[in-house]
């Protein structure tokens, strides 16, 4: 998606600014796990893993009643075991990131929540669901 870029302020005087944030709504395909904004000549100016971020905003947002015991000593590992998935996607090891969800984090997750527990809030994910996530994620690194 191209897309031109105007950083003036509008402001008395008018200003041209250097940078601005700015937001915008892109399709999320299948087979997508990253989102890059590049610049005119192919240069990476952000990149976003959207796994590891969905998967990571996810297990932080689960409550301390969702874990069958220990739910910070869980929760920091699942944390951690995202951070490794998150390593592997950016260095293109996505065989390894796919096996590391399927394998690892799944099983973890399958095992140490609770199979019913309260939703405190919207962003929190049941366990049946939070499985349904990872098998999504894990199928958007298929080769």
């Known amino acids: ?18 940078s601005a944030p700015f937001a915008f ?6 087979r ?5 904004v590049v610049d005119e000549n ?15 905003d996810a297990v932080s947002a689960l409550p301390s009643s969702a874990f069958v015991r220990n739910p910070s000593q869980m929760s920091v590992a699942l944390l951690n075991k995202i951070a490794a998935l998150e390593s592997q996607i950016r260095a293109g090891a996505l065989l390894g ?6 394998n690892d984090i799944r099983r973890d997750i399958a095992a140490g929540l ?5 939703l405190q809030n919207e962003q929190q994910y049941t366990k049946l669901e939070l499985l349904a996530l990872v098998d999504e994620l894990a199928a958007r690194l298929l080769p």
Do not use: C, W
């Open 25 to 30: 709504s892109i399709p999320f395909p299948p």
């Open 97 to 102: 990131a796919r096996q590391k969800l399927t």
């Open 42 to 56: 192919g240069g990476i100016l952000a990149l976003a893993d959207i796994t590891s971020k969905l998967l990571r």
């Open 114 to 118: 609770l199979d019913n527990y309260q």
């Open 32 to 36: 997508a796990a990253q989102v890059e």
């Open 1 to 18: 998606m191209h897309f031109a870029i105007d950083l003036s302020a509008f402001d008395q005087p008018l200003a041209t600014l250097p």
